[in-house]
């Protein structure tokens, strides 16, 4: 049974939580660092970003003004067993989500079941395990779906993997999942391997950490540390800033100088915005550009663990600035970019899932300026957040017995 609850958009916490050793607590899937909460003023009031101005009508007429934020309930669903990632496919009611685990799942009329034809190696550690998946542009057509996961060699080495295969909803199953990118090199540890998916203009977006190994972030002959801009069939794109530097894994770069980035999405001009975790502070949202460094682990607006300082990012530097960043850090472990019209004041805005934060985050934006609005005290890690076909938007908790929540209008 469904339960809800209603939260006052107004009135925002400011929230503070990061560990002060190590940053796999907080963007770990089942780990549940503490969030420091103190309560503050009301968020300035949100103006509707990306909405359309009316024209002038006659005295007679009624306007209804677009609303400064909303209010909204919250409407708590089915519980999950680490999620990392849902999605809505188009031209169906269904939504699927994975489990770090490696259990893909189908919600719809029909209940939730599991999909068969999921990959069959897949690392589950640290934050490594079954991670995102999208539709792809003719999934209507043909039921292609993008989805990633970590995989491990001979030696233990392990790296994420993005493949691609046809999702039939009907019978539950993938097939002809097939590999098409992969992390390179892969490297030990299991931690900051991004792999968040997106598809815009007929070009398949990945993001790649950096693997925990910092370096790798300014090297060009590597794909960590990176945003890749591939074809649909996994290779570089054509037109990439670096193509023709080096190798093929050269030819697949779009933007180096990244942490852990956990958060991409496009908004409705085709700009492309994506969240990473920073250090010990300094986590970011950045307006992604071609051929541009952002900075880790050269510059950040935070500090390494063990205390020792890292520039800030400074005008001249050669590096891009984050448009916002966090300190003490959120940990952002997924970007949406609100599309629709049910709440008309949001549309166009960025909503992030904070994870050690246990918030959900909204932030408006202008173009290509961001402005920080509101933050709504969620009480649990938030992993994913999906935007529906009727414009509600949709949360999942992380770790053990997390919960599918939906929010809609007050």
């Not at 989500?97 to 999921?118: A, S, W």
């Not at 589950?124 to 970590?150: K, R």
């Not at 990012?313 to 952002?332: L, Q, R, Y």
């Not at 009480?379 to 509600?392: L, N, Q």
Request: aromatic share 6%.
């Amino acid at each position: 049974m469904s339960s809800r609850l209603r939260l006052p958009a107004a009135a925002a916490l400011l929230l503070a939580a990061c560990s002060t050793i190590d940053d796999s607590p907080a963007d770990s899937p089942s780990a549940g660092a503490p969030s420091v909460s103190a309560p503050s003023s009301p968020s300035p009031s949100a103006s509707a970003s990306g909405s359309a101005v009316a024209s002038p009508e006659p005295a007679s007429a009624s306007v209804s003004p677009v609303p400064e934020t909303h209010e909204f309930e919250v409407t708590e669903h089915e519980t999950f067993d680490e999620p990392w990632a849902m999605t809505f496919l188009p031209g169906t009611d269904a939504m699927v989500i994975t489990e770090r685990r490696g259990v893909l799942l189908i919600r719809d009329d029909r209940g939730i079941e599991p999909v068969t034809g999921t990959p069959e190696s897949i690392t589950v550690a640290g934050q490594g395990g079954l991670g995102d998946i999208i539709a792809g542009p003719t999934f209507a057509a043909d039921g292609t779906v993008y989805l990633s996961w970590v995989n491990s060699d001979s030696s233990g080495r392990s790296g994420a993997v993005v493949g691609r295969g046809l999702l039939d909803v009907e019978q539950r199953t993938l097939t002809g999942l097939e590999v098409i990118w992969r992390q390179v090199p892969k490297t030990t540890g299991d931690g900051h391997f991004g792999h968040r998916l997106a598809v815009h203009d007929g070009h398949l977006y990945v993001t790649s950490g950096e693997r925990r190994q910092m370096t790798p972030a300014q090297d060009l002959d590597t794909n960590l540390g990176a945003i890749l801009r591939l074809t649909l069939d996994g290779d570089p794109a054509p037109g990439n800033p670096w193509a023709g530097e080096g190798d093929d894994v050269t030819d697949e770069l779009w933007s180096k100088g990244h942490r852990n980035p956990l958060g991409i999405s496009f908004d409705a001009d085709g700009r492309l915005w994506e969240t990473e975790m920073g250090p010990m502070g300094g986590d970011e949202l950045n307006l992604i550009e071609a051929g541009s460094n952002y900075g880790w682990s050269e510059v950040s607006n935070g500090t390494h663990y063990d205390g020792t300082d890292i520039p800030d990012h400074a005008k001249g530097d050669g590096f891009v600035a984050p448009k916002v960043w966090w300190n003490p850090s959120i940990s952002p472990g997924s970007l949406l970019i609100y599309q629709g019209d049910l709440f008309p004041a949001w549309t166009g805005d960025a909503f992030i899932g904070a994870l050690s934060g246990e918030a959900l985050i909204r932030v408006d934006l202008d173009g290509v300026k961001a402005t920080e609005k509101e933050t709504w005290s969620m009480d649990a890690r938030i992993r994913a957040v999906a935007e529906a076909p009727d414009g509600s938007i949709w949360l999942l908790q992380d770790g053990e017995d997390a919960k599918l929540l939906e929010l809609r209008p007050a």
